[in-house]
């Protein structure tokens, strides 16, 4: 092996230990916040597999939404919710999870357009007070302090489930922070569309105005990348062929091209993190 490659990867090694020290370890206290069942296994599988521990918090599980629907046939929400909230159980069991619901109908069973993000502020004032108080519940006779993760959506995409998840997580960030710690996923397969992608960041910026952002970035070598893949065909009833492959589940960044997850980290955050 050449000098400069042990000097590679050293360095590697010394990037994968900083970034576990940025992090933390994995928590039940943590939660990971899904606009739909698959959303975090899609976005965060990797990361929410190797932390082991938190809450998943899936804000519209009910749902009518599967790929494998027959054309003309009527559609049964309560089976589609079913069948969805099995994949869950698997889900969330490969990762460590416990599974966490509120009771909100997602675009498809609200019969509403789901990418048409001009809904999203009246969505976020109707989720609004039951997702803050499943949040703030849990730390209501805790201290602040230590602070536990919260992972929230960008809402890249446009999805109007996750614009309203994000736009309530925004409007609360004040009083969230004093809690948690806050950071927000590039939601897959949608950031792995360039376009979908920065546009998302765009608002996301324009929303977080103030705040100092900073991205992080988890590499998946060849065995992660298998592993996120098996996590993803879990969710079978959401998949087709155009998304079946590890290209759709990483963020379509022009400065790191390898699989990857991603998240976006408020400076200060960090920084306090590294002492």
Not at 35 to 54: M, Q, T, V, Y
Request: aromatic letters at 10%; one cysteine or more.
């Amino acid at each position: 092996m050449l000098a400069r490659d042990v000097l590679n990867i050293s360095r590697m090694n010394k990037l994968e230990s900083l970034k576990k020290l940025i992090l933390g370890p994995g928590s039940k206290e943590d939660i990971f916040l899904a606009p739909h069942s698959d959303d975090i296994c899609f976005s965060l599988s990797h990361l929410a597999k190797i932390r082991g521990a938190g809450t998943l918090l899936t804000i519209f599980p009910i749902s009518q939404y599967s790929t494998d629907q027959t054309f003309g046939n009527p559609i049964d929400i309560e089976q589609i919710t079913r069948k969805r909230l099995s994949e869950d159980t698997a889900f969330t069991a490969l990762c460590g999870l416990t599974p966490g619901y509120l009771n909100f109908h997602d675009s498809s069973a609200r019969a509403e357009l789901p990418f048409d993000a001009r809904y999203a502020y009246k969505l976020a004032d109707k989720i609004q007070v039951d997702l803050i108080r499943a949040l703030m519940r849990p730390r209501i006779a805790q201290a602040s302090k230590p602070k536990y993760w919260l992972f929230c959506p960008s809402a890249i995409g446009s999805h109007v489930d996750h614009a309203a998840v994000l736009l309530t997580i925004v409007r609360n960030l004040h009083l969230l922070r004093m809690h948690y710690r806050v950071a927000f996923y590039e939601d897959l397969h949608y950031a792995s569309n360039p376009i979908f992608r920065a546009i998302g960041l765009n608002i996301l910026e324009k929303l977080l105005r103030g705040y100092k952002l900073e991205y992080f970035c988890m590499k998946l070598n060849n065995e992660a990348q298998k592993s996120k893949m098996q996590a993803v065909n879990l969710y079978a009833s959401q998949l087709t062929p155009k998304i079946s492959s590890i290209k759709s589940y990483t963020p379509t960044n022009p400065d790191f091209v390898l699989p990857h997850e991603a998240l976006w980290l408020f400076q200060d955050e960090k920084l306090h993190a590294l002492g």
